[in-house]
């Protein structure tokens, strides 16, 4: 069984980089059609999909984002992570980590789910 | 930019039936746009209850089953209970490897 666990600092000045990981467990990031999604929840507000990394280390990201996102995989680590750059207090969220899942051939599934990391972006 | 929508807040009595829907702002959804529905209680990360529009994740109560209904996708809770009342978000598949979020619904069951 797979297990998703963020981490990362909890508060981030203005204007700097947000960097967070994904630790898996219970399966690797190197194999498999998956991809690795990083989703963000402001206090109170709906969720926000930021982007995803293929299996193969091809990347998708949200228009909104995109000029400040980057996401990798650390397969040697079982791991991915998220660098968002040049904050402000509009990036203050719960982030989350999951994996979509193939199948049949056509048919994503998000699942499973980390528990989330509550970053803060305040001086 | 793609907007889906949900309706912000919806109630059902216990063992009645609601349905919640998950729309595009210009456009309608269809099974191409791979519906997924997510269930979060505060604090808690989101579950997945349905993806590709109608297959159950594993572990959901079979009171829960997803659809297309007109330009719109549905989840739809069949005999609803307390432990249902819940956020509900959809998520649209909108091409070029992009994914949108719906604003979700607040269900109260009382």
């Known amino acids: 069984q797979v297990h998703l666990q963020e981490s990362g600092p909890g508060l981030v000045k203005p204007s700097q980089t947000l960097s967070l990981t994904c630790a898996v467990s219970?399966?690797?990031?190197?194999?498999?059609?998956?991809?690795w999604t990083w989703i963000r929840q402001a206090a109170g507000k709906g969720l926000q999909w930021m982007g995803r990394?293929?299996?193969?280390?091809?990347?998708d990201y949200n228009p909104s984002l995109k000029s400040r996102l980057t996401i990798w995989l650390d397969t040697s680590r079982h791991r991915f992570s998220l660098s968002l750059s040049s904050v402000t207090a509009a990036d203050t969220a719960m982030y989350f980590c999951?994996?979509?899942?193939?199948?049949?051939?056509?048919?994503?599934?998000?699942?499973?789910w980390g528990q989330g990391a509550l970053v803060t972006v305040s001086s | 930019q793609t907007v889906v929508t949900q309706e912000p807040s919806f109630s059902v009595s216990p063992g009645g039936t609601v349905t919640l829907t998950c729309g595009l702002r210009?456009?309608?959804?269809?099974?191409?746009?791979?519906p997924n529905w997510f269930q979060q209680t505060p604090g808690q990360a989101p579950r997945t209850i349905i993806y590709?529009?109608?297959i159950r994740s594993s572990g959901v109560p079979d009171r829960f089953s997803g659809s297309i209904l007109g330009k719109k996708a549905a989840l739809t809770i069949t005999g609803a209970q307390a432990e249902d009342e819940s956020d509900y978000y959809c998520?649209?598949?909108?091409?070029?490897?992009?994914?949108?979020f719906g604003g979700g619904t607040k269900l109260t069951v009382l």
């Open positions: 999951t994996r979509q899942t193939l199948h049949d051939g056509i048919d994503w599934e998000f699942d499973p």
């Open positions: 219970g399966g690797s990031t190197s194999t498999g059609n998956y991809h």
């Open positions: 990394i293929h299996t193969s280390g091809s990347a």
């Open positions: 210009y456009g309608s959804v269809s099974g191409s746009h791979f």
């Open positions: 590709s529009t109608h």
């Open positions: 998520v649209l598949y909108v091409g070029s490897g992009i994914w949108v």
